[in-house]
C-alpha cells in the first residue's frame, strides 16, 4: 500500500498549482476493481462528445505498436504472422513480447535521450545509461535521482551525468547554459518552464514565479564539470549563502534557498570555512570530496518522489504524450492553473497510478497499449468533420524520430540485416544514421514534439545516394525479393506487406501491375520506383 | 637602462587633479611650452586648459571652427603653432598661445573626409596628413601650401610619423600595412607588416593601425591598435608591435590586456625605455598602463578610469594628462536628466607621473 | 546571477489564453490549405492573381540611423561623418552611402521609426513579427506571413526564401502559429540545399515517374485523414521538386562579372545579387541578412566599414530593380531590429535605440524620392509622428495590396488580425 499521507509541502505544491480537481480518484488505488487502461478508455468516452473512430485494423495497430515499443516497423515475416495469426489475444501477446524484447531498452534509450538531451550531442556513457535503465525496468523516480545527482562510483549509472555536463559545457565563445540547465529541471521532470520567471515573476503565468526559478538554481547553480575523468562528471561547490537576486521590474531585492515549485525553503546549514565536506577535495588525486551539505543530492532526494504531484503527472503526461500523440497537458512543459488539462481526472488517475506503481514505466506503457483509446484507428470517423485532437476519438498521427525512420527504412527495404553487419559493400550502420539524423533531426535544444517534415528531409530521400542505395538489388532485400515474385499480384502484396505494414487494396494492386507492365523491360528500377513513393510517403513517414 | 625594479620605484602614477568636461575628447595634448593643455573633441571644438605651475588648471574658451571631429594635435615649437584637423577634411594652423587663437592657414579639403593623423617634419618645416581617402600628403608647416601627395594605399590610411632622421616617413592603414616612405623620392621603399592589428570578420574590416610612434633614437617603430577578435561590437586584444626600423623586422609584439580591452587608443614611448598606454574597449573599460617591452606585465596599472582615449606627458617630464570616459557611459541613455537626454564626457585626470 | 536573461519573445508569448484555447482544442489545428486560413476566400482569390514580390534586407544588430538615413552632421551627437545631397534636392543623407544617395529618386525613408524593444533577443523577433497585440499566439515573421498570404508566385518556386550567411535548413520557427510549411528555406552562404541535384541513376523521366506514384499513395492516405501531415508532408516535396527544376539559380558562376563587382564580391553583396536572381526567377519573398551590426565598440569605423558594403549592395539592387521596371511590382525594405543611440559611449560605440530611427524602402505602392517623419535637431528622439513596427506592417501590406483591415488569419477558428489593430500604413509613403 502506498504511502498516502498528503504532507505539508504537497498541500502546498496542489494550493500552488490549482491543478488537482479534487477527483476521488485521488487515494482510491486499493478499491480499483478495473485496470487502469479499462478506467482510461471510459473516462475518454464519457468526454468524446462524438463518434469515436473503429478499432484500428491489425495492420495499422502493428505498426504503431512496434514503433512505439520498438522503434522501428515490423519486418514483413513479422507483420504476415500477425495478420495470419487467429488467436483473439495475439495484441496483448504482442505487446508483451515487444516491452520485454531488446529493442524496447534501445528504442526507449533514444526516445528519451532526444527528449531529455534535445540533440544537443552524444554520448556513449549517457546512452549506456539510459539502456540498461529501460533494460532493467528502472523505476522513473530511480532514473531520475541518479542524473539529478550522479554518481561516478557507479560505472553502470555515471552516464547520467551528461544531463548536466552538456549543458555546463564551454566551447569558443560559448558560455555554459546554467539557465537552460535549471529550466531543463524544470521542464523536463516536473513539467514547469520557470524560463521568463528567472528575471522577473513570469508576465502571463501568474504560478510562475521568479522565486522557482531561483529555487531550482540554487539547487544546481553550483555543479561544475570535472575535468579528470574521461566520463561526464560532475563536482560541486558548498552553497554558502542564498541565491539573491531582483525583478527587473520592482528592483526588490530578495533571497532564497534551494527551494522546488511549491516545496519548502531548503534551510542553508551554517559551516565555518574550511569545514564544509564531510571529505574534503583533494587536489593531487584530483578528488571533489564529498559535500557535507549537497544540493544536488537534496534535489535528487526531494524532486523525484510520489509527494511531488509535479513529477507524478510530468511523466504520466510525457508517457501518454509519447503513445498518444499529445499531451493531456499541451505543451508539455506548461502545467499550471492556466492551463489544464484536457482530461483533468485521467491525468490524476495516470499520475497517481504512476506513483502507485512505483513508477513502473513498462506497466504503464503496456497499459496505454491496451487501451481502446490506444488501438483506435487514426482514419477518422466520418466524413467532413475532424475531431478535435484533445478528443482521442481517432488515434493522432506522431512524429518518427530520425533513428525510427531510419530502422523502419532499413527494415522495409530488407536492408536491416547487411547494414547492421556490415556485410560487404553495405554502408556502415553510423554513417547512415548519421545521414538521417542530419536530415530528420531538429537542431540542437528544439523539442521534437510534432511531425515538421522539410524541404531538406524531402530531398535527403529523394536523392541522397545512400537512401537510393538501399533501393538496388542486393540478396534478400526488399528488391531482391520483389523481382523473384512473377505476379504483379504478389508484388503488390509483398511490396506493401514490407513497407507499410497492410496488404495492397484493389486500386493499389491494379497500379503496381500497370507501373511494372509500363516498365517491363526495367523491372528492377521500375520495382525501386514503387519502393520509393511508398517509402516517401506521408503513411510512411508518420506513426499513424 | 633603468631596471623595472628601478622604474617601479621612480614612475608610481598619482593622481593630483581631475578637470571635467561637458563634451567627449578624442586626443588631448600638453603644448611644448608646457602653459597649455588641449583636447579635441568630438564636438569639432578645440577645448584649451591653461596650465601655471601646481595651480588647479584654468579651462579657456574653445577654439571653433572645425567641423564633426577634431582628432589630431601636433605642435610645432618654435613656430608657436598647433595643427589640427577634423574629420571632414579641414587642417588647421593656430598661434596656440594666442588669448583668442585665430587660424594661421587652412586647408578646408585637405582630404576627403576624415583626417585621422598629422605629423610634423623634425625640421619642422612638413606636415605630414592622412586619412579616409586613402591618401598621404604633405603639406608646407609654415602656409598649408601641399607639396607632395602619396598614394599607393589601397585602404583607410590611420596613422603617419615622421622618422626622427627626418628622411623618412611612415603611415599604416585600416589592413595592417606600413609603409616606409622616401619623402624626397616621393616613393615607397619598404613596408612593416602589421597585419596582426588587422582582421576581416564577416563583411567588416576590423582594426587598423591606429597609432605609430618612433622611439627617441628613431631605431624603434612602435605600432598600435588591437589584434581583433571579432567586429560588430569590436572587441580584441590591446597590442603595440615594435618593430626594428633599419631591417624591418619586428622584434616584439606587447599584449597589454585581454580580449576585452580592445584598443591601445594612445600611446607615448618614454625615454626610459617603457610605454605609457590607454586602452579602451568592449566590454571591458581599459587600463593605464606603464610597461617595458619585453616583459609580460605592466610595473604600473591602473583600471580606475573609465575607457582611456589619450594620454599625454607634460613636457616637464613630471606629469601627465589621461582622457578617460565617464561612468556609466554605456547603455541608451532615455533616462533624462532634467528632462534633457544626457550626452557622455571626458574627464581629465591630472598624474604626477614621477614619485 | 549575472548571466543574461533567457527570456524569448516567442515564450513571452505563451498566454492563458492561447493555452486555454488549446486545452479547448482550437489552437493546433492549422487550416493548410495555401490560402484557406484567410477569412475570406474571395479576397484570398484575388490577391493570388498579383505577382508582387518582397525584397527584404536584414540587418542584423543594428544599423546606425546616425551613420545611414538621419544624419546629424556637427551635432554633439552625430559623430564624424558629413552628410551629402542626394538626387533629390533637400534630401541629405550620410556621406557612408554616396551610391544610394544617387539612388534616393527611388527611395522612401521614414525617420520617425520609434518601436518597443531594447534589445536584439526581443527585438529581431518583435520587429519581424510586427509586434502585434498579444494574442496568445506567436505572430509569423512578416516573410511567413506573405508566404501564407500571397503564396507562392505562379513559378512554384518556394514562396520565402532566406540567403543568408551561415548554415542551411528549413526555418520553420518564422511562421509562428500559421504552422511549419510557412517557414524560411534557408540557403547558407548563398549555396544550394543538399541532395539538390537529382543523382545520375534517377532519370528526369523515373524521377517524375516515381513523384507520380508518391502523390497517388498520399492521396489514397488523406481520405479521412486529419489534412495537416499529409499537406505538409506533400508541400515539402512539392517545393523540393520545384527547386530541384531551378538549381541553376545557385550557380553563381554564371552571374556577369560586372554585376558581381557592382554588387560587391563580400557576402552581402553576393547574397543581395542572388536575392535579385531568386526574385527574377519568381521567389515571392526573398530575405538577405547581413549580421554584424551591434557595433557597441568602434561604432564609427564599423560603420565606416559596413556601410560601404551595404550601400553597394543596396544602391545596386534599387538600380537594377528600376532597371527592369521591377519597382513596380518588387516592394524592397531594408532595416535593422532598432536604431543605435545618439550618445557615444566610452567604447566610442553606438548602443541600442529603438526610440529614434530609420528605414529605407523603395518599390511597389510606394513614393519615390520621398522622406517622412523626422527626429529632433540632435537626432536624439522623434519630432513627428511615431512609427511603430505595427504602422509599417500596415503599410507594406497595402503596399502588397492586401487590406489588413479587411484580411484575417483564422487560427484553427479564432480570426486574429494581421497587422496590429490599433495602427494604420503611412500615407505620406505610400503611393
Known sequence: MPHRVRSLSYLRVLAFAGLVSGSPVLGSIAVAEELLHQRIDKLIAASAAGDLAARAEDGEFLRRVYLDLAGRIPSVAEARAFLDDMSADKRTTTIDRLLASEEYSTHMAEAFDVMLMERRGEHDEWMKFLQTSFAGNKPWDQLVREILAPDAENEAARGAAFFYTKRLERYGQQDDDMPGLVRDVGRLFLGVDVQCAQCHDHLFIDDYKQEHYQGLYAFVGNATIRTDQPFPAIAEKPLMKEVEFTSVFVQVPKSTGPRLPGGEEIELPLFKAGEEYEVPPDRKTNSPGVLKFSTLKILAEQLPRAENEFFNRNIANRLWWLMMGRGLVDPLDMQHSGNPPSHPELLDLLANQMAAHKFDIKWFLRELALTETYQRSGRLPAEGTVPPATSYRAALEKRMSAEQLLRSVLEATGESTRVREEKEGAPKFKDVADRFNKALANPPKEPELEFAPSVKGALFLSNDTLVLSLLERHEGNLVDRLIKLDEADAVAVELYLSVLTRRPNDEERADVREYLDQNGDRREAALGHLAWALLASTEFCVNH | ?355 | MSRSPLCKPWEHTLTRRQLLGAAAGTAGTIGLGGLGGLVQPAVAEEMKQKEKQVLFMWIDGGMSQLESWDPKPNTQFGGPFRAIPTSVPGVHISELLPRSAKQMHHLAIVRSMCTQDNSHSAGVGRIQRGDPKNRGVTYPYFGSAVAKLMGPCERKLPPYVWVKPGSSGFIHQDAGFLGPKYGALAFGDGKPPENLLRPDTVSEADDAARQKLREAANRRYGELRRPLANDANSYVYDMAQTLMRRSDLFDTSQYDPRDVQRYGTHDLGRHTLQGLKMLEAGVRFVKVNSYGWDTHGDNFNGHLSLMDKFDQAFSAVVEDLADRGMLDHVLVIAMSEFGRTPRINGHVGRDHWPEAWSIAMAGTGLKRGVVAGATNDKGTFVDTDEYDIGHMFHTWFRCLDIDAFKVEYDNGGQPLPIAHDDMQPITAVLA
Not at chain 2, 35 to 55: M, N, P, S, T
Request: proline share 5%; with cysteine.
Open chain 2, 1 to 355: 637602462m633603468a631596471t623595472t625594479e628601478e622604474l617601479k620605484a621612480r614612475f608610481a602614477p598619482n593622481e593630483v587633479q581631475q578637470l571635467t568636461t561637458s563634451r567627449q575628447l578624442h586626443t588631448l595634448r600638453f603644448s611644448p611650452c608646457g602653459k597649455y593643455l588641449f583636447g579635441g573633441g568630438y564636438d569639432a571644438a578645440i577645448h584649451r586648459w591653461a596650465v601655471e605651475g601646481d595651480e588647479p588648471f584654468k579651462e579657456l574658451p574653445p577654439i571653433e571652427g572645425h567641423s564633426g571631429w577634431v582628432q589630431p594635435l601636433v605642435f610645432a615649437h618654435e613656430a608657436g603653432l598647433l595643427f589640427t584637423a577634423d574629420s571632414w577634411g579641414r587642417i588647421s594652423a593656430w598661434n596656440y598661445a594666442d588669448e583668442a587663437p585665430e587660424a594661421v592657414w587652412t586647408v578646408a579639403d585637405s582630404h576627403d573626409g576624415w583626417v585621422r593623423c598629422l605629423s610634423l617634419s623634425p625640421d619642422g618645416r612638413q606636415l605630414a596628413s592622412c586619412g579616409s581617402d586613402r591618401m598621404v600628403r604633405i603639406w608646407s608647416a609654415a602656409d598649408g601650401t601641399k607639396q607632395t601627395e602619396l598614394s599607393e594605399h589601397a585602404d583607410d590610411v590611420y596613422a603617419v610619423a615622421y622618422h626622427p632622421g627626418g628622411e623618412f616617413l611612415v603611415s599604416g592603414d585600416l589592413k595592417g600595412v606600413v609603409k616606409k616612405w622616401e619623402i624626397a623620392a616621393g616613393k615607397s621603399v619598404g613596408e612593416f607588416d602589421a597585419s596582426a592589428l588587422y582582421k576581416h570578420d564577416r563583411i567588416q574590416d576590423v582594426g587598423g593601425v591606429w597609432r605609430l610612434e618612433f622611439s627617441r633614437d628613431g631605431k624603434t617603430l612602435a605600432c598600435a591598435g588591437t589584434a581583433p577578435f571579432g567586429g560588430g561590437t569590436v572587441q580584441g586584444v590591446p597590442s603595440i608591435m615594435l618593430f626594428d626600423f633599419d631591417s624591418g623586422q619586428l622584434e616584439h609584439t606587447m599584449k597589454l590586456g585581454a580580449v576585452k580591452d580592445c584598443y591601445v587608443h594612445d600611446l607615448h614611448l618614454h625615454a626610459d625605455g617603457f610605454v605609457i598606454a590607454v586602452t579602451s574597449g568592449t566590454p571591458g573599460s581599459g587600463q593605464l598602463l606603464l610597461q617595458v617591452p619585453g616583459e609580460d606585465a605592466p610595473f604600473f596599472s591602473s583600471t580606475k578610469m573609465s575607457n582611456c582615449h589619450s594620454i599625454s606627458l607634460h613636457p616637464d617630464g613630471k606629469r601627465m594628462a589621461v582622457s578617460a570616459t565617464n561612468r556609466g557611459s554605456n547603455g541608451n541613455g532615455r533616462q533624462l536628466k532634467d528632462g534633457e537626454y544626457a550626452g557622455n564626457n571626458s574627464p581629465i585626470h591630472i598624474f604626477e607621473l614621477v614619485s
